[in-house]
């Protein structure tokens, strides 16, 4: 639930810049005639990583929703003719990775032109001097981010944000925004940087490899700079036709950004939809000059379904948002998301109003049943729970369940929980975490309370509860703020992950053995604390007691949820507003403790509230390479009054299987 720390609301420029989520992946739909042996969707393929040390590899990303054939394609560089190469696999998956190794070689400083079996250009990157060493690499989304030189070893074969720099340069962050081949063929840039950048020397070209790069300050209307958060649009000199490109170079000779469109594509334009982060969708309307809205583009992101992010909205009757509080930054080296960057409004506005919260919002804790991905679980601050389906690409109450959720007590049927995180336990019972009691609620109570889910009736009372209270005394200070900092999360970590990573026991000293502790089960529970960002760990045991295994700090200010992810095989510990929206995966380091491993944010078209519930669907639910992600929001409050995300709790989106 929201805290009254001193929190700064949401940034106007955050509310303003990202109202709309992305629509389609990096290209557009319509088929390439001068590509007519090669299957449709060959625009969403893409260049993502190139090294010219050792083995010259590249790296090819299929940010579309269907496999390609890569049968006959070549590559060239500034040395040589189209080639062929052999890639990795003949087939590029949705959502997959390719390699090959350049038949040639690549240079210092080159280009590399990728080509269909039919000679149209897909993808080009230049790059100067050693910028390809160790790899230059797609960072901020794979397949749509900016090219920048990677600071680390290599990520061929995966998603490139843990090669990328923790800072962006400046000039990496100017994108092409919006691009038409209709009338005079012009082109946008948008700068998403916070300073404003020199394009004086910079340059550009189309698709037609005899043809020499333009600069941009020879252009009309000529431009020398762009301004932070601005745009730059210049009439294409070299001319932009159907199945054509437009590959943005800086004054060293590194491509910065590109884009590749079919037949009409760009008519009457291509556009970034989120502005300036998402992928390319064909618009029914140019906005040169302006922010993206992509109006009457086609598709959908997040899991299928769902309404897009952004436009007007209203509220039904008794359903009030709640601002966000305490806004603060990311920690250190935090990773742009690694999943897509299409959201979509996953609930339906106002669904979770209750006797004890009226008003619609506080869904907190999220949890995929792990038996059962179809279902997803959430807790509901004022001591309700709900077990949510898919319908019409939205998560709604299951009727058969409860259409108004459950309400929860805690041991002898007493009080009103405040719920706040849950996790499923491998006997597929919930274990829900309240921090207190809002029949009290300056009084801390955090406790873990275990539900029988199967169990009949419309209030549910615990099977165990634990009780942890003692061990928080800084909590109970007679202040319903303080009190409101305890439990916000929890995530049941099988023991077999414990063992086969090595986790030293911090009661021992020694490697972990499960058997030392009868009465646990066959895992533990990591409970998120608000209060310092710190997970404490519990063996949860049959007979009502508990051992505690100490705590782990994730880096984090606060944590909001906690989840064990089997796909990534991290603990992953996540922090609203509070941290830059961000979300910690933490593994067992090499001397047995649990520590941070990555760091990413949220999809840059989130709102930026108090978003405190995460959960991300099992591996078992791939498609085209990405799972379901799914956030909560704790206070409806989306983009504000009048947008269509007001009032909504659920938003979808995806991640990387």
Known sequence: MPTTRSRAGVASVCASALTLSGLLVTGVIAADPAAAADPAGYQNVRINEVTSSNSDTVELYNSGSAPVSLSGWKMSDNGFSPQAFSPSAGTIAAGGFVTFDSPKGLGDADTLVLYTSGGTVVDRVDWATDEAKPAMARCGGDGTGGWVTETSATTFGFVNAPGCPSSVPAASRVRINEVTSSGADTVELYNGGTSAVSLASWRYVDGDTGHSAATISSSSPSATSIPAGGYVTFDSTIGLGDNDSVFLLDGSGDTVDSVTWATDGAKPSDQRCANGTGGFATATTATLGAANSCPGSGGGGGGGGGQLLGGGGSLTSGCTPEEPSGTGSAPSGTQPWPG???????????????????????????????????????AKNKNWLFKLVKSGGK?????????????????????????????????????????????????????????????????????????????????????????????????????????????????????????NYPLHGSGLFFAGLEWDGTLHVYGLNSDGTFTTFGTVATGERSVMDVTYDAGTQRIVATCDNTCGETHTFLKVGSGGAIVPDVTYTNPTVMPVDNLEGFAIAPTSTCVAGSREAVWSDDGIYGFGSGTSSSGHALYSGTFPC
Not at 350 to 367: H, I, V, W
Not at 419 to 425: A, F, I, K, N, R
């Open 340 to 378: 897509g960057q299409d959201v979509t409004i996953a609930d339906n506005v106002c669904a979770f109003t209750t006797s004890t919260g009226p008003e619609g919002r506080d869904l907190s804790g999220l949890a995929f049943d792990p038996s059962n991905p179809s279902v997803l679980w959430a």
């Open 395 to 515: 998560w709604i109450p299951d009727a058969s369940w409860s259409a108004t959720g459950k309400q929860i007590r805690f041991a002898g049927g007493s009080g009103e929980p405040d719920s706040e995180g849950l996790t499923v336990g491998p006997n597929g019972h919930l274990y829900v975490t309240s921090e207190r009691d809002n029949d009290d609620n300056s009084v801390p109570e955090d406790t873990i309370m275990e539900f029988d889910p199967s169990a009949s009736g419309s209030t549910l009372t615990p099977i165990h509860q634990w009780d942890m209270t003692a061990q928080f005394p800084q909590l109970d200070t007679g202040s319903k703020d303080d009190a409101n900092l305890g439990f916000e999360g929890v995530g049941y970590v099988p023991d077999s992950w414990l063992t086969a990573n090595g986790w030293t026991d911090p009661l021992t000293g020694a490697a972990y053995n499960p058997a």
